[in-house]
């Protein structure tokens, strides 16, 4: 059955086509988003659901998304989307951040424009009737210092721009290496060295715990008598009424925001204020932008849901649909080796350390950990996915820990999982083969050459002949047929394991008839879902 999609905001007629070329069916209702009780009604019919900022994807309408997979927000910003209550519920939450760059960088420049010349008021004034020409006087930004205050996509696109209009541009990023601010041609400082020697600041950083009034009102007394600051990044990241505060008493010159602490603004503390322009959050509206945003988000849903690429996802490993194609059979694997040691584990899991070799350690090693963390958390709770697993691991303490390493055995690469519980410590290790399809090769230290089969039985025993004919034996009474078996052991007479494929689920019964026989340490019956 084809995938199904809502298109639930305005999003252009060529993204919707988009999704039906590539074969998914979608409902495009543009005013659906707006509808919270009527949205709630259908959503659990979609596995994918593409918004603007009009729909808002609360805990509580996820409730009843009962077959959503991916939430596609056409634009940056995700705050109309509980990303949390998303995770728990194991649906991708992706963003497009490359589509509105360059228009959100020009009106960043368009601004500091503005309230450098005072265009805004100076327009009002001439189309008044009157001629102020003494009233408005600007500045050049020709050999001012720009400080950038996040110098990552946007913020770089801010630089470039800015050093052709022949500014001095200074950053503070504590991403930003030496070595690529010496190639933007940026001088990188210290967040109190760039309020003390810009002319203008522009912000450009995500809101967070970390970038929250990062202009404070301490840190705006900080800054150089006369400096204008530009905001088109996020509302909450300057204290407004510390900067209205200053702008009246002279300290700053001029602000220009297009984004508030509230939205939508209808009052504000910048209002009203001389050399104060704002605008209603225009950085994303251009044509070019709203198109290449809307083709974007359904290009990458539809990867998503039909081929499990992961592009621009905020609570997920990205993985290109390149990447998929080649890791596909090692995510499977991942979730194998997860799946298989979670169901041999009943007891609280402390930690979950994995280890990846040779080509394995090459991979998207977030997605492949998330892989295994799913694996096994499934076993305790069906519904958990690559998304949620990580979320569910971290609320139940689990450590998890990762290492990668050069290629050490026979195989190509590997990847050895070990689970820490309360009683116990349990290990496998497996590959993927040349055709493709995942193997253990290693359980409790034990070398083995296992397929993964969608019926086993696992046993442990102390290696003395008969075991085999026993375990046939007991299987044949209980009408299970035994299709296959593969072998293992520590050492001649010591530890063995045997692993039974059968037909169909092996009941209780059939369990308690091997232990009770006497000759088996350990009896488990295993379930993957293969393909």
């Avoid at 301490?218 to 200053?246: F, H, M, S, W, Y």
Wanted: hydrophobic share 40%.
């Amino acid at each position: 059955m084809a995938p199904k999609v809502l298109v639930s905001d305005s999003l252009s007629e060529t993204a919707v086509q988009i999704f039906r070329d590539r074969g998914i069916e979608v409902d495009f209702e543009p005013k659906l988003g707006k509808d919270k009780e009527k949205l709630a009604e259908v959503i659990g019919k979609y596995d994918g659901l593409a918004i603007r900022s009009a729909t808002k994807v609360t805990a509580k309408l996820l409730e009843n998304a009962t077959n959503l997979k991916v939430v596609g927000r056409a634009g940056i910003g995700t705050d109309n989307v509980d990303k949390e209550a998303a995770s728990k519920k194991g649906v991708i939450v992706m963003n497009t951040p490359f589509g509105n760059m360059i228009t959100t960088a020009e009106h960043a420049i368009a601004m500091m424009f503005a309230v450098a010349r005072q265009i805004p008021e100076a327009d009002a004034s001439t189309q008044a009737g009157k001629w102020e020409k003494s009233k408005f006087m600007g500045v050049e930004l020709t050999a001012k210092t720009l400080g950038v205050i996040g110098a990552g996509n946007i913020g770089g696109i801010v630089c470039d721009r800015a050093r052709g209009l022949k500014m001095k541009v200074i950053a503070y990023d504590p991403f930003l290496g030496e070595e690529k601010a010496a190639n933007m041609g940026v001088e990188k400082v210290e967040l109190d060295e760039l309020l003390k020697r810009a002319d203008f600041i522009t912000l450009h950083v995500p809101l967070t715990d970390s970038t929250r009034n990062i202009l404070s009102r301490e840190n705006l007394q900080k800054t150089k008598p006369g400096v204008r600051i530009i905001n088109c990044a996020r509302g909450g990241l300057v204290d407004e009424q510390a900067l209205a505060d200053l702008i009246k008493s002279g300290h700053v010159a001029g602000a220009a925001f297009d984004v508030f602490s509230v939205e939508p603004a209808t009052e504000n503390p910048l209002f009203g204020l001389p050399n104060v322009v704002c605008t209603p959050h225009l950085g994303a509206s251009t044509t070019e932008a709203q198109e290449n945003v809307a083709l974007q988000v359904a290009e990458q849903m539809s990867n998503y849901l039909l081929d499990g690429a992961v592009e621009n996802a905020l609570n997920m490993p990205s993985m290109t649909a390149e990447e998929a194609k080649v890791m596909g059979p090692w995510v499977k694997l991942a979730q194998h080796l997860g799946g298989f040691i979670g169901q041999m584990t009943d007891d609280a899991i402390k930690a979950i350390n994995i280890t990846f070799d040779g080509v394995a350690s090459e991979m998207n090693l977030k997605a492949l950990d998330a892989a295994v963390v799913s694996g096994i958390l499934k076993a305790s709770q069906p519904d958990v996915n690559m998304v949620s697993a990580p979320v569910i691991a971290k609320e139940r303490g689990i450590q998890i820990s990762t290492t990668s390493q050069d290629q050490t055995g026979v195989f190509e690469g590997y990847i050895k999982v070990t689970v820490v519980s309360e009683s116990k410590e349990r290990s496998i290790a497996g590959t993927v083969f040349s055709d493709g399809k995942p193997r253990f090769i290693q359980i409790k230290g034990i070398n083995i050459d296992a397929e993964v089969g969608e019926h086993m039985l696992y046993t442990t025993n102390e290696d003395v002949p008969g075991i085999i004919g026993k375990l046939g034996t007991v299987l044949g009474e209980h009408g299970v047929n035994l299709a296959n078996f593969t072998l293992g052991r520590s050492k001649q007479g010591g530890e063995a394991i045997a692993i039974a494929y059968v037909d169909d689920v092996v009941s209780p019964e059939v369990v308690k008839a091997l232990k009770e026989s006497g000759n088996f340490k350990q009896v488990k019956p295993l379930e993957f879902t293969l393909g």
